[in-house]
């Protein structure tokens, strides 16, 4: 299996959801992204969603189009996302890494070269989050051809007809937007959860994750009774944010944040 593969079934196995944390490349300089990543991994994430900063996130709420801005004002390039995912490889060989990014950051460059390098690197799946499986035919080969693992999107406007037109083109897992609109944090989570999600599994024994809004354990431990995996994203970025040009706080805070979060996947 790859480690894509291995950490939901690691997860299954020990009778809890995966955990999928979110943070930006580069956020809020290379050095400190390094440790937030460390941070991450020693608090018990299961899947590393990175997110490869660009200049108009449009599928991004307020904390994380800062937390790009950031990165992009602190210099971050398309080589210094690699280099993190290099150094993160030269610690941790199991724990997944996913992108989370834009065609044209891609596309831009090369689409084959980029998934090769990305690949090389040691980045295991790609969430694009503009290129819907219509115009995907170049990306799903050169994913095929480097062995790099596909995620898509599903809505809780998605059609239950075109759901499964959709999940048969994710080879790692789906990732389900439990809100309509952008990211950030929410106060509660979607009424229609449950319902989406059982119809969602009626057309795919896809690995299925929830993300969009979840940012406490309440919230982390509803989720993990109903999906494979429950992603956070907002909540972390916002220690960062929250802590500028402290970077043992920024750590300290997320570690604690993220443990308490994790806690909460343990399902039954």
């Keep these: 299996m790859n480690r894509i593969e291995n950490a939901f079934a690691k997860a299954k196995s020990e009778g809890r959801s995966a955990f999928v944390s979110y943070v930006c490349a580069g956020d809020p300089d290379a050095e400190t992204s390094l440790d937030v990543c460390r941070s991450l991994i020693a608090s018990g994430v299961d899947v590393l969603e990175i997110g490869v900063p660009f200049s108009d996130p449009l599928a991004d709420g307020l904390t994380n189009q800062l937390a790009a801005q950031r990165a992009l ?20 060989d ?9 065609y044209n950051l891609m596309f831009s460059g090369g689409l084959d070269a980029y998934i090769a390098e990305a690949k090389e690197a040691g980045v295991d799946g790609l969430l694009v989050l503009d290129l819907p499986p219509e115009e995907a035919t170049d990306h799903l080969a050169a994913c ?27 080879t790692g897992f789906i990732y389900y937007v439990s809100r309509t609109g952008v990211t950030g944090v929410r106060e509660d989570l979607a009424d229609d959860l449950s319902e989406m999600v059982a119809m969602i599994r009626e057309h795919s024994e896809m690995p299925l994750v929830v993300g969009f809004g979840i940012q406490n354990q309440d919230q982390v431990r509803a989720v993990a009774e109903l999906a494979d995996g429950v992603v956070v994203g907002s909540a ?9 040009g402290n970077r043992e706080a ?16 343990k399902v039954g």
């Design 236 to 244: 972390i970025v916002n220690t960062i944010k929250d802590n500028l």
């Design 73 to 92: 004002e602190a210099g971050t390039t398309r080589e210094d996302v690699f280099d993190l995912v290099r150094a993160i490889r030269k610690e941790n």
């Design 144 to 170: 095929e051809k480097h062995g790099m693992k596909t995620v898509f999107l599903l809505a809780p406007t998605t059609p239950p007809e075109r759901v499964g037109h959709i999940a048969r083109f994710a």
């Design 94 to 102: 199991s724990v997944p890494v996913v992108f989370y990014t834009y």
């Design 250 to 265: 920024i750590l300290s805070k997320m570690s604690s944040l993220v443990t308490d979060l994790v806690a909460g996947t």
